[in-house]
């Protein structure tokens, strides 16, 4: 008969012990990999070109083709918990400013685009969202965790961004989206009339 302290041989730790050594591994590199990604693209910097195609696969659409309109860029994923939570408000802003230079473009992480698809669908999404398949967009924007949302003024520069989602701050958002609809708005009625008299000839 075996004597009980065979259950506490210290060869018996082994197995157990290289997983635990694997998992501290695992996770020293994935907080050096975070730390190396870069900080946000910052407050008055160009935000980042790219192309990308919806989750559909029907459309391209390219950020500095929305230049002269204020962008609400959201970088999300349906397993995201507070990125599901901020749909309502996503939503609500791109009602509010429909018929203004105002877009929600939306960048889906899923792994899969047919995730963001069935996520999108049962929300009735009335905004676009595109694919960022592998993260190589986000990566630029410098984004780290989800939701990460940026507004991107018309000219193409980042005018405030935000990480995670705070619905007692969707007020001060609204405003800064205000703000930047009223430069438009003012750029657009000091340009001058185009006559349509002819020249007298």
Known sequence: MRSARANHDPRSLHPMMKRILLS???ALLALGGAQSAGALTAVGEAAPDFTLTTLDGKETYTLSQLRG????????????????????????????YKG?????LAVSLDRKAADGVKFLEAQKAPFVSVFDEGGKVATRFGVQGIPTAFLIDAEGKVAHSAVGFDPQKVSQLKAKIED??????AKAQAKPAVSSAGSGR
């Open 24 to 26: 501290l591994v695992s």
């Open 69 to 96: 309109q204020v962008v609400y860029l959201d970088f999300w994923a349906s397993w995201c918990g507070p990125c599901r939570a901020s749909f309502p408000e996503v939503k609500a802003l791109h009602e509010t």
């Open 100 to 104: 203004r230079p105002f877009r929600v």
């Open 180 to 185: 930047l609809l009223g430069k438009v708005d």
